[in-house]
T-cell receptor
């Protein structure tokens, strides 16, 4: 089955860029998502990318996909203290189901 | 659009009692709903998938007699934790997906979660 891995922690200074990395194992995963979870809250969809895309940009967020290496990254430009949260990478099949989540990366933004 | 709510947002109960958690899609019809469990500082683990009007499909290792799921309508699914014990304490999150064009069909929309504490 699919296995999704992420680094567990990342600290950056306010105003810097953050890059959160994710790897997955199932090359047939069609949808790759980034979710944000703030303390005690549910998941907020940030962005997602289809497996036939290399890059997607949405305001401060840039998603890069290297399908050959099964590597996904999320770049947050001009990181703010409000970006401090846990970021989950998830992979899903071509029906958008069977979500497999990574362990989450805890982003801390230092003033 | 595409809002999913859960009720209650938190619940504390005594060991041995049953607890029902509701998940509602507020502005769209959810053809499929999912229930996840999240332990502290861990990722989400899928418990079960339910389609409206059908029996839920449980993931391996999830006791279907303990975690009763009902998806009675296109906007409501319930998870009942029966005879809850302290080890059932967790954060339960539901999500909903629609195959109708009213919302993005490529993703699941997540509820805010319900924190269950069993004493």
């Amino acid at each position: 089955g699919e296995d999704v891995e992420q680094s567990l922690f990342l600290s950056v200074r306010e105003g810097d860029s953050s890059v959160i990395n994710c790897t997955y194992t199932d090359s047939s995963s069609t949808y790759l998502y980034w979710y944000k979870q703030e303390p005690g809250a549910g998941l907020q969809l940030l962005t997602y990318i289809f497996s036939n895309m290399d890059m997607k940009q949405d305001q401060r967020l840039t998603v890069l996909l290297n399908k050959k290496d099964k590597h996904l990254s999320l770049r947050i430009a001009d990181t703010q203290t409000g970006d401090s949260a846990i970021y989950f990478c998830a992979a899903a099949d071509n029906y958008g189901q069977n979500f497999v989540f990574g362990p989450g990366t805890r982003l801390s933004v230092l003033p | 659009g595409a809002v999913v709510s859960q009720h209650p947002s938190w619940v504390i109960c005594k060991s041995g009692t049953s607890v029902k958690i509701e998940c509602r899609s507020l502005d769209f019809q959810a053809t499929t709903m999912f229930w996840y469990r999240q332990f502290p500082k861990q990722s989400l683990m899928l418990m079960a998938t339910s389609n409206e009007g059908s029996k839920a499909t449980y993931e391996q290792g999830v006791e279907k007699d303990k975690f009763l799921i009902n998806h009675a309508s296109l906007t409501l699914s319930t998870l009942t934790v029966t005879s809850a014990h302290p080890e059932d304490s967790s954060f339960y999150i539901c999500s909903a997906r629609s195959l109708r064009s009213e919302v993005n069909t490529d993703t699941q929309y997540f509820g805010p979660g319900t924190r269950l504490t069993v004493l």
